[in-house]
């Protein structure tokens, strides 16, 4: 079982080929290329571990008798099995104590930051519903007291840019709203079945007009002179546990801090990372580093790139990179003066990163990529690393049910 052994050592050479090559690609490739290479690294180190432990296992004698395998013929054919057996089985304990107490530190980081704030009233869920530049305009009215409209701006093809995508809205809503359908009954009894009518185009209207603004982000306005802003994730539908949407949270001094359509890029930003499920994101990256320290790299760049992604698709939804820039900036500054307390790490916000180098990428027209060249060279090593990393995870778990099969049909098995 040479093969188990390579998961393991694959992720110091692997880490530095992904972080590479998302340097080369647009913000929202790079994410996911990080987020993936992660959890396929981290998933192959856990299986290697689990064969290990496993491969010493079968040379208990409890476990032999209960297989039916031939116990000389294990200890001979692996003699170091129960060692490697032994601290496979400390680091999968390890491994499992620290991921039960970073998700409990997360989960509690959340559910305080959630009791911290109001109640979402109803009209957060129609601002959240409406255009981005109508919701902005009613922050703006709640920081400075006074009531300013603006009309919607209607979003074209060209305000489209290659790193946004379209919003998925709940299939349990669309069927909620449907409401419940009782039944006609003849009189034997029996339901009778009826046609299902065909949907008309305003319901495909309304059904697309709800995938492209879901009114599930509600705007929470703090009456604080700290600046901050962030994207505070919601959580699931549990049984006894009403589910609750993603919430947008700003502060009255940063929405003094910034103009009008700074605003508006803020509040895109925002809700990109909503939109995105970048929490997601950084819980797997968390998660991975806690499994293999050649991951733990990743984190940064991983971080980075969420908020490069959050700040095209600002740019992308006003129409202005410099504002979106500025924007960021200014942020940056508000929320440097006075600083927000300790904020859950799974909370993405926009003042957050390199902010120099999230500055200077917006003022570019374009991002910057590497040579062709160099570029597909990394690109093919790091797939020849995470292929190798697969392969290796299956050799070795076909080698072991190799093992198993080979040992029932040995001498001195017993039946």
């Known amino acids: 079982m040479i093969a188990v052994w390579a998961p393991l ?86 491994l499992a104590a620290l991921a039960v107490r970073t998700t409990r530190r ?15 009233r109803a009209s957060c869920g129609a601002e959240a519903g409406a255009e981005p530049g109508a919701q ?22 060209a305000d489209q840019h290659p790193d946004t995508r379209p919003r998925h809205a709940p299939v349990r809503r669309a069927r909620a709203e449907r409401g419940p359908q009782d039944p006609a009954r003849h009189p ?11 949907p008309t185009r305003a319901a495909w209207r309304q059904a697309l007009a709800r995938l492209r603004h879901p009114a599930d982000h509600p705007l929470t306005v703090l009456d604080d002179e700290r600046a901050d802003a962030f994207a505070l994730p919601g959580r699931l539908r549990r049984p006894g546990r009403p589910g609750e949407p993603g919430r947008i949270v700003v502060t009255s001094g940063m929405l003094r801090a910034l103009s009008g359509p700074e605003r508006s890029a803020l509040l895109a930003h925002e809700r990109a990372h909503l939109t995105g499920r970048h929490h997601v994101f950084l819980a797997l990256a968390e998660h991975a580093a806690d499994i293999h320290p ?13 908020e490069r992604w959050a700040d095209e698709v600002a740019a992308a939804r006003i129409g202005d ?29 926009a003042h957050s990163g390199p902010v120099p180098r999230r500055v200077a990428a917006l003022l570019q027209p374009r991002p910057s990529t590497a040579p062709a060249t160099r570029l597909r060279a990394v690109a093919l090593a790091l797939a020849a690393c995470l292929a190798l990393t697969t392969g290796a995870a299956l050799e070795a778990t076909a080698d072991l049910h190799h093992t198993v099969e080979t040992a029932q ?5 017993e039946r």
Do not use: K, N
């Open 294 to 306: 050649a991951l733990r790299p990743l984190r940064a760049p991983l971080g980075y790139h969420l």
């Open 9 to 94: 050592l694959l992720p110091f050479l692997t880490a530095p080929l992904a972080r590479r090559l998302a340097e080369a690609l647009p913000p929202r490739a790079a994410a996911w290329l990080l987020a993936g290479t992660a959890t396929v690294l981290a998933g192959g180190t856990l299986c290697s571990l689990g064969l290990l432990a496993a491969a010493g296992l079968l040379q208990l004698p409890p476990v032999a008798a209960l297989g039916h395998l031939s116990l000389p013929w294990l200890t001979a054919a692996a003699p170091s099995a129960p060692l490697a057996a032994a601290l496979a089985g400390l680091a999968l304990a390890a």
């Open 136 to 157: 902005t305009e009613a922050a703006s009215g709640a920081a400075t007291g006074t009531a300013a409209s603006a009309a919607p701006r209607a979003e074209t093809d």
């Open 106 to 120: 997360r989960c509690l980081e959340l559910r305080t930051a959630r009791a911290a704030l109001p109640a979402p």
């Open 321 to 349: 990179r410099a504002v979106t820039a500025r924007a960021v900036g200014r942020a940056a500054l508000a929320a440097s003066r006075s600083p927000w307390p300790a904020r859950p790490r799974l909370v993405a916000a």
């Open 188 to 198: 034997a009894g029996r339901p009778t079945l009826r046609p299902t009518p065909r």
């Open 409 to 413: 049909h040995e001498p001195g098995t």
